[in-house]
């Protein structure tokens, strides 16, 4: 299980919340892997899965200079595919947690979701947006992404999350 979790400043709402979330997948998944992104994209595993709680919030204190600002996806996603890749094959489920209003090139996005898509054995994205009454996915990152995924949920609460497990668990 691979999860990049968006903390630019439009998911600073949720942010603290998927990263509880990741905290507790990467207890239960022993491979798991956690990066964060906003204008770029920074490992968070190690730093999770650390068992005091001061030393995790410290940890993520140090790494987060700059979180809450922008958001290119695409840029991240082409750091991640570069330098992390290696860890997605065949059986990887890869998790994409951001509302999908991108400032990069959609053409970046595109050509970087299509790399992950080509080693990953499915792709999600869970937009917490999905969870309100009338949203649809017309931003043009959202609309460069759909074609890739696999499942693509509302992700807005616990029983959003809870409501997906069966989902994903057949993924």
Not at 55 to 62: D, F, G, H, I, P
Not at 70 to 85: M, P, Q
Not at 103 to 123: H, M, N
Not at 140 to 167: K, W
Request: some cysteine; aromatic content about 8%.
């Amino acid at each position: 299980l691979v999860l990049i979790v968006d903390v630019s400043r439009s998911m600073s709402m949720y942010s603290f919340f998927f990263l509880r979330f990741a905290r507790a997948l990467v207890t239960v998944f022993r491979d798991g892997s956690v990066f964060a992104y906003h204008t770029h994209l920074l490992p968070i595993t190690e730093a999770l899965k650390q068992t005091d709680l001061i030393r995790v919030s410290n940890s993520l204190a140090m790494a987060s200079q700059g979180w809450t600002g922008g958001r290119r996806t695409g840029e991240s996603l082409a750091t991640f595919n570069d330098k992390y890749g290696q860890i997605v094959n065949s059986r990887s489920v890869v998790v994409i947690v951001s509302d999908g209003l991108d400032t990069g090139e959609p053409e970046v996005l595109g050509a970087q979701l299509a790399r992950i898509k080509s080693r990953c054995r499915r792709l999600v994205w869970l937009n917490p947006l999905l969870g309100r009454n009338g949203y649809e996915p017309l931003s043009q990152g959202m609309q460069v992404t759909l074609p890739y995924l696999d499942l693509f949920a509302p992700a807005h609460n616990l029983n959003s999350l809870r409501d997906i497990e069966p989902a994903l668990t057949s993924l």
